[in-house]
């Protein structure tokens, strides 16, 4: 799910602006083998709250922006395949 890129400093600043994107980058880093949405968004809910499993409500939102804001920002921009 990770590739490598050469992006400009502005974008490298918009990426890591969010804490969520900085949480799914920092758990790609940290995995060989590609994550499927679902176990990312568990884990970065674990992160969020601190609890595992995590709140339902907060693992199903962090699936939600995964999947509809977050992943394909950093597809778009080529730092991760969705």
């Known amino acids: 799910m990770f590739q490598r890129s050469v992006l400009p400093e502005v974008e ?3 990426i890591l602006s969010n804490a969520r994107r900085r ?3 920092a758990e790609l880093w940290a ?3 590609a994550l499927s949405l679902r176990e990312l968004s568990e884990r970065i809910a674990t992160t969020e709250s ?3 499993p ?3 409500a907060l693992r199903e939102s962090v ?3 995964l999947h509809q804001t977050h992943l394909p920002k950093m597809h778009d921009m080529g ?3 969705y």
Do not use: F
């Open 12 to 14: 490298v600043y918009q």
């Open 23 to 25: 949480e799914a980058l």
């Open 31 to 33: 995995q060989p083998d």
């Open 50 to 52: 601190g609890q595992s």
């Open 54 to 56: 995590a709140p339902r």
């Open 63 to 65: 699936y939600n922006a």
């Open 79 to 81: 730092l991760v395949v």
